[in-house]
Nanobody, 119 residues
């Protein structure tokens, strides 16, 4: 089982930056994919970024490439999402989520954190 606890988020003006954090608790974390997903009103949920903790490439949605960066601290089992040059289109509830290796769907979710970007 995986538990995820997010922090960060808030309100910022367009062009600003925010950093989200997610503490991940799990056995055999290297067997899990961890991602940041977001849900904006009246929009489909979007995978913003994701990576396999055991290694490999990191995925970024086209909408955030060059602006968002995911990183992790293995000693703290913490994942960070650095978001730069934010736009109003980035306004959403952001979730840290995990899925077991080979799974199609994310099965474990954090509580979500609101990010609001004003123009």
């Amino acid at each position: 089982q995986v538990q995820l606890v997010e922090s960060g988020g808030g309100s910022v003006q367009a062009g600003g930056s925010l950093r989200l954090s997610c503490v991940v608790s799990a056995r055999a974390l290297t067997l899990w994919t961890v991602g940041w997903l977001r849900q904006a009103p009246e929009k489909e949920r979007e995978v913003v970024t994701a990576f396999y903790w055991g290694g490999g490439d990191t995925y970024y949605a086209d909408s955030v490439k060059g602006r968002f960066t995911v990183s992790r601290d293995n000693n703290k089992n913490t994942v960070y999402l650095q978001m730069n040059n934010l736009t109003p289109e980035d306004t959403a509830v952001y979730y840290c989520a995990a899925k077991f290796r080979g799974s199609q769907d994310y099965t474990n979710w954090g509580q979500g954190t609101q990010v609001t970007v004003s123009s």
